[in-house]
Nanobody, 124 residues
Framework: QVQLVESGGGLVQAGGSLRLSCAASGSIVSISAMGWHRQAPGNQRELVADITNGGTTNYADSVKGRFTISRDNANNTVYLQMNSLKPEDTAMYYC??????????????????WGQGTQVTVSS
């Protein structure tokens, strides 16, 4: 099976920075896209940024110019560098891996997976 483990969340003052990491583990052959979503209390989960295995990135308008997503394909790890943080960035951040091809019990499978979430809190 495949697991995603996130790290790097925490409490920071407005204007500060945090770097989130998410590592996918398992008998992974490839991952089409990895990304970050967030969900604040009372709100729907929304896309923050994602990146394909070819390096194409996509950002929510609210984070463009402040957040940078990057990826280490060899280690199935995705990062989110968050600068100039604002109180409205406060949320639980979830890592996602889409189009995961993995090997198990002599067969290949595909699936989409989510991490358990890491809390980011930005104080004003």
């Amino acid at each position: 099976q495949v697991q995603l483990v996130e790290s790097g969340g925490g409490l920071v003052q407005a204007g500060g920075s945090l770097r989130l990491s998410c590592a996918a583990s398992g008998s992974i052959v490839s991952i089409s896209a990895m990304g970050w979503h967030r969900q604040a209390p009372g709100n729907q989960r929304e896309l923050v940024a994602d990146i394909t295995n070819g390096g194409t990135t996509n950002y929510a308008d609210s984070v463009k110019g402040r957040f940078t997503i990057s990826r280490d394909n060899a280690n199935n790890t995705v990062y989110l560098q968050m600068n100039s943080l604002k109180p409205e960035d406060t949320a639980m951040y979830y890592c996602n891996a889409a189009g995961v091809l993995y090997y198990s019990r002599r067969s290949y499978y595909t699936g989409n997976y989510w991490g358990q979430g890491t809390q980011v809190t930005v104080s004003s």
